[in-house]
C-alpha cells in the first residue's frame, strides 16, 4: 500500500509541476462533466410528475433543471478538453525531459547493459501514452465516484432497496480491473520479445543493415522470424481477450438482472401508489445511465492500474538515478591536482558486471605514471574495454580502488572526475547535428560559434582535411536523416569523433579505446604519431596520462608503457623492446601479426 500510494502521489506530483493549474482545472471539469449527467433525471422526474398531475409548474421546473445541466454538461465537456489536450502537451514535454534528464544523468552504464533494466526502460517507451498525462485517470476516477455518490443519493430518494443497485455493477468494475492487471502482467512478460520485434524490424528498415540484409539474402529470413514470434505473442493476447470477455459478460449479466429487478420493484411500488410514475421514470434512466457509467468506472480503473503500472517503472527509474547518484557522491569532496606527479595506481582490483557471475577483472595492480603514454594490448574479451570503462568510472570496482595521486577515486564526484578526462571510443557515437556542434559537443562551455576551436580540435586529432571534404564545411548538417544533411563515410565520422576528444585542450586523461578502428594501418600509425607528440606536450604541461588500445601492434610499440592483459589480468607490462627481450605473450603476439603483413 505504501508503495502504491508514492506511485500515486508521483502522478500528482508530475501534473503539478508541468501545469498545477491545468490540473485544477482538470478535475473541475471532470466532476462537472460526469456529475450533470445522473441529476438530469432529477428534471425527467418533475417533467413526468408535472404531465402526470396537469402541473405546468413542476413540468416548467423539470424542463429548467434538464436544459441548465445540459448546458452545464455541454460546457464542462468542451473545457475539459481543452484543458487536458493542453495539460497532455505540457506534461508530455515535461516527461520527456525529465526522462532524458534521468537516463542520460546516471553516471554508470548498468542500465543501458544489463537485460532486465532495458526491458524496464523498454516499457517506459512502450508506455509513453499512459504516462503523457498520469494525472488524467485520478481526475476521471475522482469525477466517477462523485458521479456515482451522485446516483445512489437520487435512488435512495426513490428507495433504500434500490440504492442497492450500484453494488451489483461492481463486478463490472472488478472485472475490468483485474483484467487490466492480467494484461499488464503479460505486457511486463512480453517486454523481452517485444525488443526483439523492434530489432527485427530495424535490420529491416535501417541503413545500417541494409546491404548486408540484400547480399545475404536474410530479409525473408527476417520476416519469417518476427511472423512467428507476433504469431506466438498475440496468441497469448488473444487469449487473454478471451478470458476478459467471458468475465466481463458475465458480470454485466449480473447488473441486467439487478436492473430488471429494479424496474420491477419500482413499477410495483408505483402501482401501489408508493412511488411515481416520475420515480419509475427516475429509476429507468439512472439505470440506463448506471450501466455506462459503471463500463466508464471500469474503464477509469483500468485506465488508473496501466498509468500506475506505468508511473511505477518511472518511479523505478527515478529510484535508480537517485540511488546510483547518491552511491557515487563522496561525504568529504576531495580535489583533483592540476597536474599529475604520480599518476595512476589500480590496486587490487576486481570485476564482475552486476548481475552476472563471471569475473572480468581479477586482482590487477598496476601503475600508469604520470606523463606517460599507456598502451594495452590483448586479445578480444581479455578485459581491455572493461579496466577502460573502471578508469572513466562508467562502473566501480567489485573490489580494490584506483588512486590518482594517492586520492582515491571513490572520493572525487563522478562529475568532477569526468571534467578532467576526455575520451574516444571504438563504438563512437555520430551526433547529426551541424559538423560543429558535433565536434564542439566534446566540450559543451565552450563557444561553438568559433570555428577556431573545432578547426584546432581537429587538427590535434590529425584530422583537419575532413572539414574541406564537407560542402558547407562546419556549417554542414550531417546525416541523411534531416533535410539537407550529408551523410558520411564510418572513416569521416570517426574522424570527427577523434576531434570531439580532443576538444578538452587540457585533459589529465586521455582515453583512446580503438579510436581508428574505422580507419586503414597507415593512417592509423600517422594519427598515433600525431597522438603521441600530443601526449608529449601534455605529460611536460600536466602529467597527463594518454591511454591508447589497438590491435595493431606497430601502432602500440611508440607506449612508454605497453600493458598485456589476458583473462582479466595484466600479465606482462614494460616498453616494447623491454617486452621483445622477454620474449612473453606481447612478443608471441606482435610476430604473429607482423607475419600476416609479410
Same mark, same amino acid.
Given at each position: 500500500?505504501? +508503495? @502504491?500510494?508514492?506511485?500515486?502521489?508521483? &502522478?500528482?506530483?508530475?501534473?503539478?509541476?508541468?501545469?498545477?493549474?491545468?490540473?485544477?482545472?482538470?478535475?473541475?471539469?471532470?466532476?462537472?462533466? &460526469?456529475?450533470?449527467?445522473?441529476?438530469?433525471? =432529477?428534471?425527467?422526474? %418533475?417533467?413526468?410528475?408535472?404531465?402526470?398531475?396537469?402541473?405546468?409548474?413542476?413540468?416548467?421546473?423539470?424542463?429548467?433543471?434538464?436544459?441548465?445541466?445540459?448546458?452545464?454538461?455541454?460546457?464542462?465537456?468542451?473545457?475539459?478538453?481543452?484543458? *487536458? &489536450?493542453?495539460?497532455?502537451?505540457?506534461?508530455?514535454? %515535461?516527461?520527456?525531459?525529465?526522462?532524458?534528464?534521468?537516463?542520460?544523468?546516471?553516471?554508470?552504464?548498468?542500465?543501458?547493459?544489463?537485460?532486465?533494466?532495458?526491458?524496464?526502460? +523498454?516499457?517506459?517507451?512502450?508506455?509513453?501514452?499512459?504516462?503523457?498525462?498520469?494525472?488524467?485517470?485520478?481526475?476521471?476516477?475522482?469525477?466517477?465516484?462523485?458521479?456515482?455518490?451522485?446516483?445512489?443519493?437520487?435512488?435512495?430518494?426513490?428507495?433504500?432497496?434500490?440504492?442497492?443497485?450500484?453494488?451489483?455493477?461492481?463486478?463490472?468494475?472488478?472485472?475490468?480491473?483485474?483484467?487490466?492487471?492480467?494484461?499488464?502482467?503479460? #505486457?511486463?512478460?512480453?517486454?523481452?520479445?517485444?525488443?526483439?520485434?523492434?530489432?527485427?524490424?530495424?535490420?529491416?528498415?535501417?541503413?545500417?543493415?541494409?546491404?548486408?540484409?540484400?547480399?545475404?539474402? #536474410?530479409?525473408?529470413?527476417?520476416? *519469417?522470424?518476427?511472423?512467428?514470434?507476433?504469431? *506466438?505473442?498475440?496468441?497469448?493476447?488473444?487469449?487473454?481477450? *478471451?478470458?476478459?470477455?467471458?468475465? /466481463?459478460?458475465?458480470?454485466?449479466?449480473?447488473?441486467?438482472?439487478?436492473?430488471?429487478?429494479?424496474?420491477?420493484?419500482?413499477?410495483?411500488?408505483?402501482?401501489?401508489?408508493?412511488?411515481?410514475?416520475?420515480?419509475?421514470?427516475?429509476?429507468?434512466?439512472?439505470?440506463?445511465?448506471?450501466?455506462?457509467?459503471?463500463?466508464?468506472?471500469?474503464?477509469?480503473?483500468?485506465?488508473?492500474?496501466?498509468?500506475?503500472?506505468?508511473?511505477?517503472?518511472?518511479?523505478?527509474?527515478?529510484?535508480?538515478?537517485?540511488?546510483?547518484?547518491?552511491?557515487?557522491?563522496?561525504?568529504?569532496?576531495?580535489?583533483? $591536482?592540476?597536474?599529475?606527479?604520480?599518476?595512476?595506481?589500480?590496486?587490487?582490483?576486481?570485476?564482475?558486471? $552486476?548481475?552476472?557471475?563471471?569475473?572480468?577483472?581479477?586482482?590487477?595492480?598496476?601503475?600508469?605514471?604520470?606523463?606517460?603514454?599507456?598502451?594495452?594490448?590483448?586479445?578480444?574479451?581479455?578485459?581491455?574495454?572493461?579496466?577502460?570503462?573502471?578508469?572513466?568510472?562508467?562502473?566501480?570496482?567489485?573490489?580494490?580502488?584506483?588512486?590518482?595521486?594517492? =586520492?582515491?577515486?571513490?572520493?572525487?564526484?563522478?562529475?568532477?572526475?569526468?571534467?578532467?578526462?576526455?575520451?574516444?571510443?571504438?563504438?563512437?557515437?555520430?551526433?547529426?547535428?551541424?559538423?560543429?556542434?558535433?565536434?564542439?559537443?566534446?566540450?559543451?562551455?565552450?563557444?561553438?560559434?568559433?570555428?577556431?576551436?573545432?578547426?584546432?580540435?581537429?587538427?590535434?586529432?590529425?584530422?583537419?582535411?575532413?572539414?574541406?571534404?564537407?560542402?558547407?564545411?562546419?556549417?554542414?548538417?550531417?546525416?541523411?536523416?534531416?533535410?539537407?544533411?550529408?551523410?558520411?563515410?564510418?572513416?569521416?565520422?570517426?574522424?570527427?569523433?577523434?576531434?570531439?576528444?580532443?576538444?578538452?585542450?587540457? $585533459?589529465?586523461?586521455?582515453?583512446?579505446? +580503438?579510436?581508428?578502428?574505422?580507419?586503414? @594501418? $597507415?593512417?592509423?600509425?600517422?594519427?598515433?604519431?600525431?597522438?603521441?607528440?600530443?601526449?608529449?606536450?601534455?605529460?611536460?604541461?600536466?602529467?597527463?596520462?594518454? #591511454?591508447?588500445?589497438?590491435?595493431?601492434?606497430?601502432?602500440?610499440? &611508440?607506449?612508454?608503457? #605497453?600493458?598485456?592483459?589476458?583473462?582479466?589480468?595484466?600479465? +606482462?607490462?614494460? /616498453?616494447?623492446?623491454?617486452?621483445?627481450?622477454?620474449?612473453?605473450?606481447?612478443?608471441?603476439? %606482435?610476430?604473429?601479426?607482423?607475419?600476416? %603483413?609479410?
Amino acid at each position: 500500500m505504501r +508503495e @502504491a500510494l508514492r506511485t500515486v502521489a508521483l &502522478m500528482v506530483q508530475i501534473s503539478w509541476r508541468a501545469d498545477a493549474v491545468r490540473s485544477v482545472f482538470t478535475v473541475m471539469t471532470a466532476v462537472g462533466q &460526469m456529475a450533470s449527467l445522473p441529476l438530469r433525471a =432529477i428534471g425527467l422526474k %418533475y417533467l413526468t410528475d408535472g404531465f402526470v398531475r396537469g402541473d405546468s409548474q413542476l413540468a416548467l421546473r423539470g424542463i429548467a433543471i434538464i436544459v441548465g445541466l445540459t448546458a452545464v454538461h455541454r460546457v464542462m465537456l468542451h473545457a475539459s478538453l481543452n484543458v *487536458r &489536450m493542453r495539460l497532455r502537451e505540457n506534461t508530455q514535454l %515535461y516527461l520527456d525531459t525529465h526522462v532524458m534528464d534521468l537516463t542520460a544523468g546516471i553516471p554508470g552504464l548498468e542500465h543501458h547493459e544489463r537485460p532486465e533494466y532495458l526491458d524496464e526502460v +523498454e516499457l517506459i517507451r512502450s508506455e509513453r501514452g499512459y504516462l503523457a498525462n498520469p494525472f488524467n485517470p485520478i481526475s476521471w476516477t475522482i469525477a466517477s465516484i462523485v458521479q456515482g455518490v451522485s446516483t445512489v443519493a437520487l435512488l435512495v430518494g426513490v428507495h433504500p432497496v434500490i440504492a442497492l443497485l450500484p453494488l451489483f455493477g461492481i463486478a463490472t468494475a472488478w472485472a475490468s480491473g483485474r483484467g487490466e492487471s492480467r494484461l499488464v502482467a503479460l #505486457i511486463d512478460s512480453q517486454a523481452e520479445d517485444n525488443r526483439v520485434l523492434r530489432h527485427l524490424y530495424e535490420l529491416s528498415t535501417l541503413p545500417s543493415s541494409a546491404k548486408e540484409v540484400r547480399i545475404f539474402g #536474410i530479409a525473408g529470413e527476417l520476416l *519469417r522470424r518476427r511472423r512467428s514470434l507476433f504469431d *506466438r505473442l498475440e496468441t497469448q493476447r488473444l487469449g487473454l481477450a *478471451r478470458e476478459r470477455i467471458a468475465i /466481463s459478460t458475465g458480470a454485466w449479466l449480473l447488473f441486467a438482472a439487478a436492473y430488471v429487478a429494479a424496474l420491477a420493484f419500482t413499477a410495483r411500488a408505483a402501482a401501489r401508489g408508493d412511488a411515481t410514475i416520475g420515480d419509475a421514470v427516475l429509476v429507468l434512466t439512472i439505470g440506463s445511465q448506471l450501466d455506462q457509467q459503471l463500463a466508464e468506472l471500469g474503464e477509469n480503473v483500468a485506465w488508473f492500474v496501466r498509468t500506475h503500472r506505468a508511473v511505477r517503472r518511472l518511479r523505478w527509474l527515478t529510484d535508480y538515478a537517485e540511488r546510483s547518484t547518491t552511491a557515487l557522491t563522496p561525504a568529504a569532496p576531495a580535489e583533483l $591536482p592540476a597536474r599529475l606527479t604520480d599518476g595512476i595506481r589500480v590496486e587490487g582490483v576486481s570485476f564482475a558486471y $552486476p548481475g552476472t557471475g563471471s569475473t572480468v577483472l581479477e586482482r590487477v595492480d598496476l601503475h600508469l605514471p604520470a606523463g606517460s603514454t599507456v598502451a594495452i594490448v590483448g586479445e578480444n574479451g581479455a578485459g581491455k574495454t572493461t579496466l577502460v570503462k573502471l578508469l572513466c568510472r562508467f562502473y566501480e570496482p567489485s573490489e580494490g580502488r584506483i588512486v590518482v595521486d594517492g =586520492i582515491d577515486l571513490r572520493d572525487v564526484p563522478v562529475s568532477t572526475w569526468r571534467r578532467h578526462i576526455a575520451a574516444g571510443f571504438q563504438d563512437f557515437a555520430m551526433f547529426q547535428l551541424l559538423a560543429r556542434e558535433t565536434v564542439g559537443l566534446g566540450d559543451v562551455d565552450s563557444d561553438l560559434s568559433r570555428d577556431e576551436a573545432m578547426i584546432g580540435a581537429l587538427t590535434r586529432a590529425a584530422a583537419p582535411e575532413v572539414v574541406d571534404q564537407l560542402p558547407d564545411r562546419l556549417a554542414t548538417q550531417l546525416g541523411r536523416e534531416f533535410d539537407g544533411g550529408v551523410e558520411l563515410s564510418l572513416g569521416q565520422w570517426q574522424k570527427l569523433a577523434l576531434g570531439r576528444a580532443m576538444m578538452r585542450e587540457k $585533459p589529465l586523461l586521455l582515453v583512446l579505446d +580503438e579510436p581508428t578502428a574505422s580507419l586503414d @594501418a $597507415p593512417t592509423e600509425h600517422r594519427l598515433f604519431d600525431r597522438f603521441h607528440t600530443a601526449a608529449r606536450d601534455a605529460a611536460r604541461e600536466r602529467g597527463a596520462i594518454t #591511454i591508447l588500445i589497438s590491435h595493431r601492434f606497430s601502432t602500440v610499440r &611508440m607506449a612508454d608503457v #605497453i600493458l598485456v592483459v589476458d583473462g582479466g589480468r595484466v600479465r +606482462e607490462a614494460g /616498453s616494447h623492446r623491454e617486452l621483445m627481450s622477454a620474449d612473453g605473450l606481447y612478443a608471441e603476439l %606482435y610476430r604473429l601479426q607482423a607475419r600476416s %603483413y609479410d
